[in-house]
């Protein structure tokens, strides 16, 4: 299953990385935007928002260049543990 992550702690990109490949996805990590960010992104199975961490600019660029076939799911928080709820419920 591959998983994209918008927003986040910038410190915390590696145990994201590390959390998906435990539940056994490939995970791309966007804690900041980038300037290839709508051909990086990609067709992934399931998008990861951290509301409270993402600028505006940055969902809307990324909302665009994602497909119908695409599960979105939001989170206030970016914790360690909405990651893994998150992953759990839909991974699985």
Same mark, same amino acid.
């Given at each position: 299953?591959?998983?994209v992550i918008l927003g986040g702690n910038e410190c915390m990109e590696r145990q994201y990385s590390?959390? *998906?490949? &435990?539940?056994? *996805? !490939? %995970?791309?990590?966007?804690c900041k935007p980038c300037a290839d960010m709508k051909g990086r992104i990609g067709n992934?199975?399931? =998008?990861?928002?951290?509301? @409270?961490?993402?600028? @505006? !600019?940055? =969902?809307?660029? %990324?909302? &665009?260049?994602? *497909?119908?076939d695409t599960k979105i799911v939001r989170s206030h928080t970016s914790s360690m543990n909405s =990651?893994?709820?998150? =992953?759990?419920? @839909? %991974? %699985?």
């Open positions: 299953m591959s998983v590390n959390v *998906c490949r &435990k539940y056994g *996805c !490939k %995970a791309k990590i966007f992934p199975d399931l =998008l990861i928002v951290f509301t @409270h961490t993402i600028s @505006h !600019k940055m =969902l809307q660029c %990324a909302m &665009k260049c994602v *497909c119908g =990651l893994m709820d998150i =992953l759990k419920e @839909h %991974a %699985a």
